[in-house]
């Protein structure tokens, strides 16, 4: 193999993607039964993955030059295959964000006693796959760790999921993992096409036969392919970005998922499609992007209003996060459909922001679960009395995710708004009214579930967040506030890598 | 030509394959029942020797004898080493199933090396009668072992229907032979190719022995709408064989096919490329969508394997340097899964003597290495990331899409994501539902299979993380049929 490796930043880059992954292999060789030697090492590998995307992001140099992260290997020349890792500014705070919901959900898994240690397994193969896609810099990479992202789900949902009763019909943790598996893997064959696509055009204009985004994006597609093939992308990455009318999996998916799996998914799988309409998609087909722009924006725009309406009508609280889920991305999708500098900026943070607020909210609804075993607002209502913790952090991920200032989806959110003004004047308007809706049902449910009448009898026994379940809150909590009050650095970090994507629009 | 011409030593692998084939035979009549089992490790350990010898002795030979009907070359030598460890791994995983569940162990284990020995001279044969009678010899094995269970009506039923079958299709292929025959006065590979490039059309003799020969071909190796015997054979064969029928009797129809596409029909690709890539379409989809529907594993595999003809069937379509590495690449991808999934579930089958899908309830309890395994081995089928078949898979799908036809990948992704509910569906049966009453002991499976499957699985594995030690070898086979690509860079400036 000849391979590049240019100092310690880029092994420290490889280290990050590798650990989870051989993590996950010696794991197999543990004995089954040490469930607590299992829980620790799991911890273990989690913290020092968030120790080393800690220290990428807090050395991260906007001014640096990025080839030091760069590992490139030869894998499969006859193909034109590399193995090549690397980090830019908008993968920089991604991968923040995978090492803190994993930690967070490896410690709120601390009551998985079914079989944890190949929970821990599949759950370490998932953040692996998610931290190769992003930082990967090849398609075929970006691809396998893609699948290798979206496969180990339907054993994480169909064993440690659980059903949820409708009453007069049951959607049980077997129909949401084969839902959620079949969905992806249908949207990651559109990816397939294209990159399939692009590689033979590539080949025929250029003679070369090479998957990287690098060498991709230099060549001259012509505006006919960039426009056929631009959906494929758009599509594919966007049914993991729970892209309206493709969503559907995403709610029956999230409530199916055991905490830690909701958690990772809602937080960063469904970052994983926004981030390949951006990273692939916009910087490999610049003009077939602008020309499919104005839909992306629309079903953006459709994504926040439906998703928003829907969450109002569920009893269900995982449901309510789900479709909440769904409208915030619809954000996302928003910001980047504008091509604006201000509003891309603003999607990646909102990627981030909104990746650490539904995570809370998964966690705190994890631990209502597991006390009550019910997640019918209308039978827990008043908890608040018994559960204050709780119900504080419950608040406050509540409070992000309608856009209060302080918090960092106040920032995410106000950058897209000022972008898609900018751009489509009457789309802002409906983006601001999708934030008045989310008031509505948040603040609907908050009251409910903490602030109704008690009955005191049935809850006379039920206790708040222990210690392990409050620590993830408050690290949480700690940073939707940070970047809520200082938003600075991580804003000139993400405008870094936006701006050399937005230079190939003329904007 | 003349007798001295001839270099008959090149021959000495078939020779001594056909030679351990008597010498099991002759051993036979010499064991006490209770020691047949020395057979199979004569076989074994026999086979593993003559590749040793094999591999240094006809590597980078080119050679053909006998005016071209037979061939020395490394696509042959390729096929040649495939064939034997195939024909080494069933025999090794025959074992205990011959041993619980069959009768005459001696011509069980002579017949299988004599079909190992066709299919080393179907990845041979440089002309068409030589390759039909290599196809005959394997066949007949195949009737035979796959009615090897002599008390079993299943099984008789397979191997007739596997013959009335077998014996139409031999008849279509020959009568499309006379046809090829009649309108280029050749049945030489290298001869038709001269004969095609010097025509302007094709007449209508040519066609209908070109449509003939796919046909007949097709039922070799159970394309739609030939493949109606697969399934009940599959089901019916003890179930080593079924592993074999499944894997050995594919590589060597497509080690044929390959080479009689590229060294003498590649002329004429305009003409049959359609007609393949039809049958490509119709065949992934076919056999994957009634795959959905079966409750039986074996013959849920059954369609799952016509399935991936389908996708080796693009590879032809596609006829190309890079898409004839792409179908090797994808056949030995899918010889090592198969033969993992099909070991494990023998396993599986030795000791519960039960085949529905149904029955693998509860397996991650019973048996934990099993149940990895096979879902390790089904991912693979479906072309999840880190396994083989995605590796091989990504490049055969690019080899198609390199030559026009990212319509048929796109219909081969769709096909295989259709796969990949059946698949799940087993692994939900062994992951999620609980063992049925009474059937929640653990599975104890013998170190021989244990070993086996696992060396298979981790085959599966490596192909899947650096596959590219095989791709260059392939690169090597493809470089002899089809001379002019350029094998190293495949760039086209």
């Given at each position: 193999?000849?391979?590049?490796?240019?100092?310690?930043?880029?092994?420290?880059?490889?280290?990050?993607?590798?650990?989870?992954?051989?993590?996950?292999?010696?794991l197999a060789?543990?004995?089954?039964?040490?469930h607590?030697?299992?829980?620790?090492?799991?911890?273990?590998?989690?913290?020092?993955g968030?120790?080393?995307?800690?220290?990428?992001?807090?050395?991260?140099d906007?001014?640096?030059?990025?080839?030091?992260?760069?590992?490139?290997?030869?894998?499969?020349?006859?193909?034109?295959?590399?193995?090549?890792?690397?980090l830019s500014g908008?993968?920089?705070?991604?991968?923040?964000?995978?090492?803190?919901?994993?930690?967070?959900?490896?410690?709120?898994?601390?009551?998985?006693?079914?079989?944890?240690?190949?929970?821990?397994i599949?759950?370490?193969?998932?953040?692996?796959?998610?931290?190769?896609?992003?930082?990967s810099?090849?398609?075929f990479?970006?691809f396998f760790?893609?699948?290798?992202?979206?496969?180990?789900m339907y054993?994480?949902?169909?064993v440690?999921?659980?059903?949820?009763?409708?009453?007069?019909?049951?959607?049980t943790?077997e129909?949401?993992?084969?839902?959620?598996?079949?969905?992806?893997?249908?949207?990651?064959?559109?990816?397939?096409?294209?990159?399939?696509?692009?590689?033979?055009?590539?080949?025929?204009?250029?003679?070369?036969?090479?998957?990287s985004?690098?060498?991709?994006?230099?060549v001259?597609?012509?505006?006919?392919?960039?426009?056929?093939?631009?959906?494929?992308?758009m599509?594919?990455f966007?049914?993991?970005?729970?892209?309206?009318p493709?969503?559907?999996?995403?709610p029956?998916?999230h409530?199916?998922?055991?905490?830690?799996?909701?958690?990772?998914?809602?937080?960063?799988?469904?970052?994983?499609?926004?981030?390949?309409?951006?990273?692939?998609?916009?910087?490999?087909?610049?003009?077939?992007?602008r020309?499919?722009a104005?839909?992306l924006?629309g079903l953006?725009t459709?994504?926040?209003?439906?998703?928003?309406?829907?969450?109002?009508g569920q009893?269900?609280?995982?449901?309510?996060?789900?479709?909440?889920?769904?409208?915030?991305?619809?954000y996302v999708?928003?910001?980047?459909g504008t091509?604006?500098i201000?509003?891309?900026?603003g999607?990646?943070?909102?990627?981030?922001?909104?990746?650490?607020?539904?995570?809370?909210?998964?966690?705190?609804?994890?631990?209502?679960?597991?006390?009550?075993?019910?997640r019918?607002?209308?039978?827990?209502e008043?908890?608040?009395?018994?559960?204050?913790?709780?119900g504080?952090?419950?608040?406050?991920?509540?409070?992000?995710?309608?856009g209060l200032?302080?918090?960092?989806s106040?920032?995410?959110?106000?950058?897209?708004?000022?972008?898609?003004?900018?751009?489509y004047?009457?789309?802002?308007?409906?983006?601001?009214?999708?934030?008045?809706?989310?008031?509505?049902?948040?603040?609907?449910?908050?009251?409910?579930?903490?602030?109704?009448?008690?009955?005191?009898?049935?809850?006379?026994?039920?206790?708040?967040?222990?210690?392990?379940?409050?620590?993830?809150?408050?690290?949480?909590?700690?940073?939707?506030?940070?970047?809520?009050?200082?938003?600075?650095?991580?804003?000139e970090?993400i405008?870094?890598?936006v701006?050399?994507?937005?230079?190939?629009?003329?904007? | 030509?003349?007798?001295?011409?001839?270099?008959?030593?090149?021959?000495?692998?078939e020779?001594l394959?056909?030679?351990?084939?008597?010498?099991?035979?002759?051993?036979?009549?010499?064991?006490?029942?209770?020691?047949?089992?020395?057979?199979a490790?004569?076989?074994?350990?026999?086979?593993?020797?003559?590749?040793a010898?094999?591999?240094?002795?006809?590597?980078?030979?080119?050679?053909s004898l006998?005016?071209?009907l037979?061939?020395?070359?490394?696509?042959?030598?390729?096929f040649?080493?495939?064939?034997?460890?195939?024909?080494?791994?069933v025999?090794?995983?025959s074992?205990?199933?011959?041993?619980r569940?069959?009768?005459?162990?001696?011509?069980?284990?002579?017949?299988?090396?004599l079909?190992?020995?066709?299919?080393?001279?179907?990845?041979?044969?440089?002309?068409?009668?030589?390759?039909?009678?290599?196809?005959e010899?394997?066949?007949?094995?195949?009737?035979?072992?796959?009615?090897?269970?002599?008390?079993?009506?299943?099984?008789?039923?397979?191997?007739?229907?596997?013959?009335?079958?077998?014996?139409?299709?031999?008849?279509?292929?020959?009568?499309?032979?006379?046809?090829?025959?009649?309108?280029?006065g050749?049945?030489?590979?290298?001869?038709?190719?001269?004969?095609?490039e010097?025509?302007?059309?094709?007449d209508?003799?040519?066609?209908?022995?070109?449509t003939?020969?796919?046909?007949?071909?097709?039922?070799?190796?159970?394309?739609?709408?030939?493949?109606?015997?697969?399934?009940?054979v599959?089901?019916?064969?003890?179930?080593p064989?079924t592993?074999?029928?499944?894997?050995?009797?594919?590589?060597?129809?497509?080690?044929?096919?390959?080479r009689?596409?590229?060294?003498?029909?590649?002329p004429a690709?305009?003409?049959?490329?359609?007609?393949?890539?039809?049958?490509?379409?119709?065949?992934m989809?076919?056999?994957n969508?009634?795959?959905?529907a079966?409750?039986?594993?074996?013959?849920?595999?059954?369609?799952?394997?016509?399935?991936?003809?389908?996708?080796?069937?693009?590879?032809?379509?596609?006829?190309?340097?890079?898409?004839?590495?792409?179908l090797?690449?994808?056949?030995?991808?899918?010889?090592?899964?198969?033969?993992?999934?099909f070991?494990?579930?023998?396993a599986?089958?030795?000791?519960?003597?039960?085949?529905?899908?149904a029955?693998?309830?509860?397996?991650?309890?019973?048996?934990?290495f099993?149940?990895?395994?096979?879902?390790?081995?089904?991912?693979?089928l479906?072309?999840?990331?880190?396994?083989?078949g995605f590796?091989?898979?990504?490049?055969?799908?690019?080899?198609?899409?390199?030559?026009?036809?990212?319509?048929?990948?796109?219909?081969a992704?769709?096909a295989?994501?259709?796969s990949?509910?059946?698949?799940?569906?087993?692994i939900?049966?062994?992951?999620?539902?609980p063992?049925?009453?009474?059937?929640g002991?653990?599975?104890?499976?013998?170190g021989?299979?244990y070993?086996l499957?696992g060396?298979?699985?981790?085959?599966?594995i490596?192909?899947?993380?650096y596959?590219?030690?095989v791709?260059?070898?392939?690169?090597?086979?493809?470089?002899?049929?089809?001379?002019?690509?350029?094998?190293?860079?495949?760039?086209?400036?």
């Amino acid at each position: 193999m000849v391979g590049v490796v240019n100092g310690i930043d880029s092994v420290l880059l490889f280290t990050l993607v590798a650990t989870p992954f051989f993590g996950a292999i010696a794991l197999a060789f543990f004995p089954a039964d040490r469930h607590v030697l299992i829980h620790w090492y799991s911890r273990i590998i989690a913290a020092s993955g968030l120790a080393i995307a800690a220290y990428l992001f807090i050395t991260f140099d906007t001014s640096d030059d990025l080839s030091k992260y760069i590992v490139d290997f030869e894998w499969l020349p006859s193909l034109g295959i590399r193995f090549t890792l690397g980090l830019s500014g908008i993968t920089v705070p991604l991968v923040l964000l995978n090492a803190i919901i994993f930690f967070g959900g490896v410690l709120i898994s601390w009551n998985v006693d079914h079989r944890p240690k190949d929970f821990f397994i599949w759950l370490m193969l998932l953040v692996a796959g998610v931290y190769g896609v992003f930082a990967s810099r090849d398609l075929f990479f970006l691809f396998f760790f893609y699948e290798l992202a979206v496969v180990p789900m339907y054993l994480l949902v169909g064993v440690w999921g659980s059903s949820t009763d409708f009453g007069t019909f049951l959607r049980t943790k077997e129909y949401g993992a084969m839902k959620v598996m079949l969905v992806l893997v249908a949207g990651s064959v559109l990816v397939w096409i294209a990159i399939l696509a692009m590689w033979m055009e590539a080949r025929e204009i250029t003679g070369i036969a090479d998957f990287s985004i690098a060498g991709l994006s230099q060549v001259e597609f012509s505006d006919g392919f960039q426009k056929l093939y631009y959906p494929f992308l758009m599509i594919g990455f966007g049914i993991l970005a729970g892209l309206w009318p493709f969503h559907t999996w995403s709610p029956d998916g999230h409530v199916a998922a055991p905490t830690a799996v909701s958690m990772l998914h809602a937080g960063v799988l469904m970052k994983l499609g926004a981030f390949g309409i951006l990273a692939v998609g916009m910087v490999i087909l610049p003009v077939g992007s602008r020309f499919w722009a104005p839909t992306l924006i629309g079903l953006g725009t459709v994504n926040v209003l439906y998703g928003a309406i829907s969450a109002m009508g569920q009893k269900d609280l995982k449901y309510v996060i789900g479709y909440s889920s769904v409208s915030h991305m619809g954000y996302v999708l928003m910001g980047l459909g504008t091509l604006d500098i201000l509003a891309v900026d603003g999607a990646v943070l909102q990627m981030f922001s909104h990746g650490i607020m539904t995570a809370l909210f998964f966690a705190m609804v994890g631990v209502i679960y597991q006390r009550t075993h019910s997640r019918d607002i209308t039978v827990l209502e008043g908890l608040g009395k018994r559960m204050g913790i709780t119900g504080v952090f419950l608040a406050v991920a509540g409070l992000t995710s309608l856009g209060l200032p302080g918090f960092s989806s106040f920032v995410a959110e106000l950058l897209i708004f000022i972008g898609t003004y900018r751009t489509y004047p009457i789309l802002g308007v409906l983006a601001v009214i999708g934030a008045a809706i989310t008031a509505v049902y948040i603040l609907r449910m908050l009251g409910k579930v903490f602030f109704g009448p008690i009955d005191e009898d049935k809850w006379k026994d039920l206790t708040d967040a222990n210690r392990m379940e409050t620590g993830v809150a408050v690290l949480l909590t700690g940073f939707l506030l940070l970047w809520g009050l200082y938003p600075f650095r991580i804003v000139e970090i993400i405008d870094s890598g936006v701006v050399p994507i937005m230079e190939r629009f003329g904007s | 030509m003349m007798e001295a011409d001839v270099h008959f030593e090149l021959l000495w692998p078939e020779f001594l394959v056909a030679g351990l084939a008597f010498v099991i035979f002759t051993l036979d009549f010499f064991l006490r029942p209770e020691r047949k089992n020395i057979l199979a490790w004569v076989s074994v350990i026999g086979l593993a020797g003559i590749l040793a010898f094999t591999i240094p002795y006809l590597l980078d030979e080119n050679d053909s004898l006998f005016n071209g009907l037979y061939r020395i070359d490394d696509y042959a030598l390729f096929f040649k080493v495939l064939s034997m460890a195939i024909g080494g791994v069933v025999i090794l995983g025959s074992i205990h199933y011959v041993n619980r569940y069959l009768t005459h162990p001696g011509e069980y284990y002579a017949i299988l090396l004599l079909s190992v020995l066709a299919m080393m001279m179907m990845a041979a044969s440089g002309e068409l009668l030589t390759a039909y009678l290599s196809l005959e010899l394997l066949s007949f094995c195949l009737y035979i072992l796959s009615g090897f269970a002599l008390q079993n009506k299943k099984s008789n039923e397979a191997s007739i229907k596997y013959i009335l079958l077998g014996a139409f299709s031999s008849g279509l292929l020959l009568y499309g032979i006379v046809m090829l025959y009649g309108a280029m006065g050749t049945t030489s590979f290298a001869e038709m190719a001269i004969f095609l490039e010097g025509i302007e059309d094709i007449d209508g003799r040519l066609l209908i022995g070109l449509t003939l020969l796919i046909a007949g071909l097709g039922f070799k190796m159970a394309a739609v709408p030939f493949h109606m015997w697969a399934p009940d054979v599959y089901e019916g064969a003890p179930m080593p064989i079924t592993a074999y029928i499944a894997v050995g009797s594919k590589v060597a129809a497509f080690a044929l096919v390959l080479r009689l596409f590229a060294e003498g029909l590649l002329p004429a690709i305009e003409q049959w490329n359609v007609l393949i890539a039809g049958l490509a379409a119709l065949t992934m989809l076919f056999g994957n969508l009634v795959a959905l529907a079966q409750t039986n594993v074996k013959r849920m595999l059954a369609y799952s394997s016509v399935g991936q003809v389908g996708f080796l069937l693009m590879g032809v379509a596609a006829l190309s340097t890079l898409s004839s590495n792409g179908l090797m690449v994808h056949l030995v991808g899918y010889s090592v899964t198969n033969l993992a999934v099909f070991f494990a579930i023998t396993a599986f089958y030795n000791v519960t003597g039960k085949e529905e899908i149904a029955d693998f309830a509860g397996l991650a309890s019973r048996s934990p290495f099993l149940a990895a395994a096979i879902t390790i081995s089904l991912f693979s089928l479906a072309g999840l990331p880190f396994l083989a078949g995605f590796v091989t898979k990504f490049y055969l799908f690019s080899a198609a899409a390199a030559e026009d036809l990212l319509w048929l990948a796109g219909v081969a992704m769709v096909a295989s994501l259709i796969s990949l509910y059946y698949y799940l569906k087993v692994i939900r049966e062994m992951y999620i539902n609980p063992a049925a009453d009474g059937e929640g002991s653990t599975i104890q499976i013998p170190g021989l299979l244990y070993g086996l499957v696992g060396i298979l699985v981790i085959s599966v594995i490596l192909l899947g993380v650096y596959p590219d030690p095989v791709v260059n070898m392939i690169e090597d086979a493809t470089a002899v049929i089809l001379p002019g690509g350029d094998a190293s860079t495949l760039n086209l400036r």
